[in-house]
């Protein structure tokens, strides 16, 4: 059964800027996207910035509505039943905002206990059994203002779940964590499906959406670019193998002319520390590191591997560019 | 010879510099200010709220006496919005950093502190200036107001001085308000002091002592008492003492209020609460 | 929990939120109770040659202004506050109808404003030594308790007011003395042109002023400010009901305009 129908699902914003005159600006955040949710499935939804990630979400936890399209959770539309959908999702949205600073963690929870109805016995058990899931234990007294960030976005999480919700939303849940909070973080979510929970999770990190995730969107300037399996999605790139070359100072044009040779299917740049790392997708393996070498004359070069291509890649060959 | 060559187009580069940073200031904070207030808004505000504050006043003066004293309290509070404009428009542009997070990037960039603070200001004493016309026109047109004796020069100066003093009380302000969450009412509140202490609308000879003394301290007291006695025909020399007073409170006002910027930012910076709203 | 009980569980935690939140913040106290003390102190001044019967007239009548300011900062704010804290978006998605968040807001504001009225009472008659009596003290009392009922009302629409009309907040300002002026607060209302009176009628606070001046100088009969409280009622009604409907219309529209959050526009 699918927990989550997505339709044609479109949406557009209206900006005004200018101060006399304000010009009417439209910017189409997401277009035609379709897709389901199985019950108690995991779904990565994958993009670059702006690709309308969080806007989908918002649209899916009646927040906004669509433009165009239309999207039902257990069966509710999201529009039309938007009163009978809330009190089955919960969600977070990545970041600090949307918490009382000034009051303590458990002041958030109880209000919030509060605000979904949660029966005032049950919230007297379970906040103290999410504070402990989500490890603020011994610090919930304290005023939210004085937190970290990852403790803020833990306590996110804790008030997503209080109401015990059928289906999740979160987006970027790990942003901000620090490695072990984002580990922590990921057995959780796994936990939580495994209480039969559908969650449908949004993040930049590829190997996040690898390790959780049963299926994964890639969507890119607000369309779905391609919807499979971790699995499958690697198999776009398998035929290909990347060589990686450690660079130094690598003009923009050389990129551009890298690109364009026959046998190059696609190169990124990434900066790291001192060097740069340009990753060239191609079919010809180790065969292309002297051709490479040859094009990039001139340069100072470092290391050089060749390696099999990760979800990653798949995922820089979907979206396409240098990030 | 050449060291002070040097030294010279040093300076020269670090003047240029901070009136830039001088001139973007005030830039930025009129471009806050309409972007919050769209023209008609900000006219609307500026033309009507200062009436409705008049209005206010002149009837409880009839109320009180039973007469009609409308000048004096015409003339007190237009001097009260130019206040109006010092406090509260200051206070957003400094304010409105925090509210939008750019408080850090701003304590953590190299401008000149004082060039970018008074910049800030500067706009708004133009627009307090605008508000003083505003509530003597609304004076003239609607309560009988008569400037025939006054000395337009003088009434100039003392509305340009008034004003200067009044936005470094709304420099200071502007400093509370980048450690408080809801600054308009601490604003509200100084208003309403003022209000009281100022001799807008109470004769300051009719407060208790102690009263006086705090009145005596505050920026527009004196303001007040040089426009009543150049609209009643007063020259220029008369007002002057109290005029380079009021002149005086503004200076140590601006600079007391660039100092606690000054130490608010530095114990921000020690304390980390930079974004803590 | 029935539909009742639920609804009065979100509106007192609303309320004791709101009340902490006020609270921990030194100056907004700062603001609630201050500022009603100036211009009880001012108006006392002001209006001195009037006697010393004067000081209840104005300890009620500074109290008012202070209830409509705080209404109009504090109270109007209600959810605008809580979109620029990226709240707003939580509470909307969360079962709870915001009517009743809103409420509960405004309600914490409104009683600490009244917490102001009894500063001004104290410091005007123990500090500054004038005598003050209530004429009618079970009568105040009442006629606050519908005050406060009915200032609460009208903050709920107006809390809509920000949302809806976008120049509303930035209006604020212009509509602080209107109110004080129309609705008899420091002066009666007899003493402005004849054509203000009608639109003095229409504002729930005109009668709010009038009930409460008159319980606390004795110079209206009961049937006068039983006739105060029926119009208040009768006014707080009507805005409940018009209330329903025009939630309705906001949240529809912010979910249109994406305007729940302040983050990308
Ligand atoms: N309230 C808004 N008003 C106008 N445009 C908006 C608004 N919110 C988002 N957008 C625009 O819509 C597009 C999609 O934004 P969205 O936030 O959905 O992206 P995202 O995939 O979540 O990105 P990120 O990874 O950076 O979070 C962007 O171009 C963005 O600028
Ligand atoms: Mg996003």
């Known amino acids: ?323 | 010879m050449l060291h002070w060559i040097l030294w010279g187009t040093d300076m020269m580069e670090r003047i240029s510099r901070n009136t830039r940073i001088f001139f973007e200031g005030a830039f930025y904070s009129y471009k806050a200010l309409f972007r919050w207030l769209n023209p008609a808004t900000y006219l609307a505000s500026k033309v009507l709220a200062p009436l409705t504050i008049m209005i206010f006043f002149v009837f409880i003066g009839a109320y009180a006496s039973g007469s009609n004293n409308a000048s004096f309290y015409v003339i007190g509070n237009s001097l009260i919005f130019a206040a109006s404009s010092g406090i509260f428009g200051v206070t957003m542009s400094v304010g409105g950093e925090r509210w939008t997070g750019t408080l850090p990037y701003l304590f953590g960039c190299p401008a000149n502190r004082g060039a970018m603070f008074i910049g800030r200001a500067f706009m708004h004493i133009l627009d307090g200036m605008l508000g003083v016309f505003i509530g003597l026109g609304w004076g003239i047109l609607l309560f009988k107001l008569d400037l025939s004796q006054a000395n337009p020069l003088a009434l100039l100066l003392t509305i340009l001085v008034t004003t200067f003093s009044t936005s470094g009380l709304g420099l200071l302000m502007g400093c509370l308000s980048l450690i408080t969450r809801n600054v308009m009412l601490v604003n509200n509140t100084v208003y309403f002091a003022l209000l009281i202490f100022s001799g807008a609308n109470i004769p300051v000879e009719e407060l208790p002592a102690w009263m006086q003394v705090i009145a005596n301290g505050l920026p527009l007291t004196r303001g007040v008492a040089c426009a009543r006695t150049i609209i009643a025909g007063g020259s220029l020399t008369e007002i002057m003492p109290l005029l380079k007073e009021e002149l005086l409170i503004g200076i140590i006002l601006t600079i007391l209020g660039y100092f606690l910027f000054k130490v608010f930012e530095i114990q921000a910076k020690k304390l980390g609460t930079l974004d803590i709203f | 929990m029935n539909q009742v009980q639920k609804n009065l569980r979100v509106m007192l935690l609303a309320f004791e939120v709101e009340m902490r939140q006020n609270l921990t913040d030194g100056f907004v106290i700062f603001g609630i109770l201050i500022q009603p003390l100036l211009v009880a102190l001012m108006a006392l001044w002001m209006l001195k040659g009037k006697g010393p019967d004067y000081a209840i007239f104005v300890v009620v009548g500074s109290g008012m202004t202070g209830l409509w300011t705080t209404l109009l900062f504090n109270g109007g704010n209600s959810i605008t506050g809580e979109r620029w804290t990226g709240t707003l978006e939580p509470l909307v998605a969360s079962p709870a109808s915001l009517r009743m968040i809103i409420f509960g807001k405004v309600l914490a504001n409104v009683a600490q404003s009244l917490g102001s009225m009894i500063g001004s009472y104290l410091l005007i008659s123990t500090i500054l030594g004038y005598p003050l009596t209530l004429a009618r003290p079970a009568l105040f009392a009442v006629s606050l308790l519908v005050t406060v009922f009915a200032l609460v009302c009208f903050g709920l629409i107006l809390a809509s007011f920000f949302i809806l009309i976008p120049d509303f907040a930035r209006m604020v300002n212009t509509l602080e003395f209107p109110i004080y002026i129309l609705c008899g607060f420091l002066f009666p209302i007899a003493l402005l042109p004849g054509w203000t009176t009608p639109i003095s009628y229409l504002l729930s606070p005109y009668w709010a002023a009038q009930a409460l001046h008159g319980a606390a100088q004795g110079t209206l009969t009961t049937g006068q400010i039983l006739a105060d409280w029926g119009w208040m009622l009768a006014f707080s009604l009507s805005y409940i009901l018009i209330s329903g409907k025009l939630y309705q219309v906001i949240l529809r529209k912010a979910r249109v305009d994406a305007t729940l959050d302040i983050v990308g526009n």
């Open chain 1, 1 to 323: 059964m699918d927990a989550i129908i997505v339709r044609n699902l479109r949406r557009v914003y209206k900006s005004s800027d200018g101060i006399i005159k304000r010009k009417v600006k439209e910017v189409v955040a997401v277009e035609d996207v379709s897709f389901e949710i199985h019950q108690g499935e995991l779904f990565g939804l994958l993009g670059p910035n702006g690709a309308g990630k969080t806007t989908t979400v918002k649209m899916l936890t009646t927040l906004l509505i669509p433009s165009g399209g239309s999207a039902t959770i257990l069966d509710l539309d999201v529009v039309k039943d938007a009163g009978k959908v809330r009190p089955r999702i919960g969600f977070i949205f990545g970041g600090e905002r949307g918490l009382y600073w000034r009051l303590s963690a458990l002041d958030n929870l109880r209000y919030f206990a509060s605000l979904y109805y949660v029966d005032t016995q049950v919230a007297r058990k379970r906040i103290p059994e999410l504070i402990e899931l989500v490890g603020l234990q011994g610090r919930e007294r304290e005023k939210v203002e004085g937190y970290s960030r990852g403790m803020r976005q833990r306590l996110h999480i804790a008030r997503a779940l209080l109401h015990d919700p059928q289906v999740l939303f979160l987006d970027e849940p790990t942003m901000g964590l620090d490695p072990v909070g984002a580990r922590e973080l990921r057995t959780t979510v796994k936990n939580l499906q495994s209480a039969n929970k559908t969650i449908l999770l949004t993040t930049h990190y590829m190997f996040e959406a690898d390790a959780l995730c049963q299926r994964i969107a890639v969507i890119n300037k607000g369309r779905i670019v391609a919807l499979d399996t971790p699995e499958r999605l690697k198999e776009n790139v398998q035929d290909l193998s990347v060589v990686e070359v450690e660079v130094y100072g690598m003009p923009p044009d050389q990129i551009e002319k890298i690109k364009t040779l026959e046998w190059v299917v696609e190169v990124s740049l990434e900066n790291r520390d001192q060097v740069q790392v340009l990753q060239v997708h191609t079919p010809k393996g180790a065969e292309a590191i002297p051709m490479l070498v040859e094009n990039l004359n001139g340069l100072r070069l470092g290391r050089i591997i060749t390696r099999e291509p990760t979800l990653e890649d798949a995922y820089v060959r979907l979206v396409g560019g240098a990030k």
